[in-house]
Structures are given as C-alpha cells and as structure tokens.
C-alpha cells in the first residue's frame, strides 16, 4: 500500500513539475543577442595592446519587464604593441626588443541587467560576473600562456526596439580582469672580469587587465509578455 501510494506520489509530482516548467517557459520572456565591436585597452594593458576587436553571444531570461538575468559568451583579441627590455650593467644601459605579445581573451560570464522605461527606446545598466580565459603569446620570450581569471563589468547601454521581437543594442562596458597583466623586473649582475653571471633577482607586479568595450548588435525576443 505505501509503495502504491509513494509510486503515485512521485508520479504526481513529475507531473507537476513538466506543468510548472513549461508554464514558466510559455510566459516567460526570453532574449538572445548577437554583438561586434572594438575593446580599448587602459592602464597597464594598454602599454602592452593596441585595441581589440570581438564579438559575443548572450542569452537573458527576464524576470519582469524591467529585470533580466542571463549568460554572455565573447572572443576578442589584441594586436602587440612594439616592446623594449632594458639591459643594465655597472657602466653601461642599452635596450633590446621584446616583440609583440598577441592576447586573445575570452569572457564566459553570468549577467543581470535593469531596463529602465517601457518604449520603444530603453537605456539600461548591469553588471557581469564571471572568468575570463586569457591567452598571451610572445615569440621572442617563447611566451605562450592561457591563464583563467575572475572577471567583471559594469554595462550601460541602449536598446530601440524595431518591433516586439527585434531590437537594435547598443553598450559600453568597463572589462576588469583580476591579476590579468604580470610585469616582471630582473636584476641580472655579472663579473667585470669574466662577464659570468653572478646573480640574479626578480619581481613581479601583478595589475588589472581593463579595456573599454564598445559594442553594436542585435537582440531578439520571444515568449511570453
């Protein structure tokens, strides 16, 4: 009698649950977007890149007309810019290049997003959190790393709705990259007589990798209202 009664209570409550899911998935609204554009690199990540150009995907579910919860995808990558090293010694200090370090980056991360106004234009803001997978390659130091770092952004942005289904987006989003630029300083000494190395020493300062992204794209909607 009680494995009839448990049998008909699991039942009963799988049920349920397909009715609950799929009346939240038939009244809820749902957007995916697609975007493009450039990603100006500041502070210390702009001595070492000139700027970026990308893309991404996202998808939001909204919780009501004015808030929405989702995920975003993006790739970008950066050209080097022309680096020296400086070489030191007792009497003497001369530079030497470094090449170009290529940096690719990209951002896998969860978002929340207000909508303020109900018309056809909607200025918005938000903020990303997430990680970001961050490669750097440089031919000359034999470099060619891919490190995964805690990431976020703030976002403002506009989106003018061409008809309730489509929409044209656009944003700026400040990217941080925790612990994303490493600078390494050496302090290399020789002998004066011999030219052997006699010593060496290194420091590394880890700063923030941030670019401004600037980005152009299309959003589509469907579900319920």
């Known amino acids: 009698m009680k494995k009839t009664v448990m049998k008909k209570l699991v039942k009963f409550s799988a049920i349920a649950a397909m009715f609950l899911f799929s009346s939240l998935a038939a009244n809820a609204q749902i957007k995916v977007g697609i975007n493009a554009g450039a990603q100006l690199p500041m502070g210390d990540f702009k001595d070492l890149s000139k700027t970026g150009f990308g893309g991404g995907l996202s998808g939001k579910y909204m919780l009501n007309p004015n808030m929405g919860v989702g995920l975003n995808l993006g790739y970008y990558a950066f050209d080097g810019k022309d680096q020296t090293a400086e070489l030191s010694t007792a009497s003497?200090?001369?530079?030497?290049?470094?090449?170009?370090?290529k940096v690719t980056i990209i951002p896998i991360t969860a978002n929340f997003t207000y909508y303020f106004g109900e018309g056809a234009l909607k200025p918005y803001a938000?903020?990303?959190?997430?990680?970001?997978?961050?490669?750097?390659?440089?031919?000359?130091?034999?470099?060619?790393s891919t490190t995964t770092k805690f990431s976020f952004a703030?976002?403002?942005?506009?989106?003018?709705?061409?008809n309730e289904s489509l929409a044209l987006d656009l944003n700026v989003k400040y990217n941080c990259i925790v612990g994303g630029i490493e600078k390494e300083t050496a302090d290399i000494t020789y002998d004066a007589i011999t030219g052997e190395m006699t010593g060496y020493t290194s420091t590394t300062k880890k700063s923030m990798a941030t670019s401004l992204g600037i980005n152009l794209g299309l959003v589509y909607s469907f579900g319920g209202k």
């Open 92 to 101: 003497d200090t001369s530079t030497a290049s470094a090449g170009k370090t």
């Open 154 to 162: 703030p976002v403002i942005g506009v989106q003018y709705s061409f």
């Open 126 to 144: 938000g903020i990303d959190l997430g990680a970001s997978i961050m490669k750097m390659k440089n031919d000359v130091f034999g470099l060619d």
